[in-house]
């Protein structure tokens, strides 16, 4: 069953600017992941967040978890046109369940 | 160096046909999946063998059936292909155990069931 949720669907900004894609979750997580889809490509893994940790930073991304909430953001800085891709967040579970379970992905473009 | 490799990349064939999907990983690691993404990019895990036993088996018709010669390799057969069938499948591996460093994806081969 899909666990992750994304938002926006869809986001379209332009190059210089900042992006942020927020996913929200339903069960208790033993970590989070955001993945990048380019068009007609495979999933390259970005970034993991424990459920311990709340903010996380790897070059020009930034992630943050609410467990609480049971939310995430990624926020992509300074994006370029070659940041144009599927975001996807995905939640690995806890109590042994040896699977990611990805959402819907959001979709996005940066105009040059 | 591919990482994850997936053969073929495209897939075209009719219904009622049989096709697999073979898929190799060069990282060492112990767990491989396979995951089947529709054409809303919604993606879904199938199978997930560790070491190759199986130890996931998602709600997939039996049609579909994983096989682990070793545990670099994990191949996908689909037997009487139908028009549903048609997504894009994805190979993944990972270390054993609790994830701690992401999945790695290979490219993806795209089916499509005529």
């Known amino acids: 069953s899909q666990q992750g949720e994304e938002d926006p669907q869809a986001l379209s900004i332009q190059e210089g600017e900042n992006a942020t894609m927020n996913c929200s979750y339903k069960?208790?997580?033993?970590?989070l992941q955001w993945y990048r889809q380019n068009s007609g490509r495979g999933l390259v893994h970005l970034i993991l967040?424990?459920?311990?940790?709340r903010e996380k930073h790897s070059g020009r991304l930034r992630v943050t978890l609410d467990t609480s909430k049971k939310s995430s953001s990624l926020l992509i800085t300074a994006s370029r046109a070659a940041d144009t891709a599927s975001y996807f967040c995905?939640?690995?579970?806890?109590?042994?369940?040896?699977?990611?379970?990805f959402g819907k992905g959001t979709k996005l473009t940066v105009n040059p | 160096d591919t990482a994850v490799s997936q053969t073929p990349k495209y897939l075209v064939t009719q219904m009622g046909n049989d096709k697999s999907i073979k898929c190799e990983q060069n990282?060492?690691?112990?767990?491989m999946y396979w995951y089947k993404q529709d054409s809303k990019k919604f993606l879904k895990i199938m199978f997930s063998?560790?070491?190759?036993?199986?130890?996931i088996n998602e709600t997939v018709p039996n049609r579909f059936s994983p096989k682990s010669p070793d545990k670099a390799h994990l191949n996908l057969h689909i037997n009487s292909l139908e028009l549903g069938d048609s997504a894009v499948y994805f190979c993944?591996?990972?270390?054993?155990?609790?994830?701690?460093?992401?999945?790695?994806f290979g490219s993806g081969t795209r089916l499509t069931v005529v």
């Open positions: 990282l060492g690691h112990d767990t």
């Open positions: 967040i424990r459920s311990n940790e």
């Open positions: 069960t208790s997580i033993n970590n």
């Open positions: 063998y560790n070491n190759k036993e199986l130890i």
């Open positions: 993944a591996s990972s270390q054993a155990g609790r994830v701690t460093y992401g999945y790695t």
């Open positions: 995905a939640t690995y579970g806890e109590g042994g369940s040896e699977k990611l379970v």
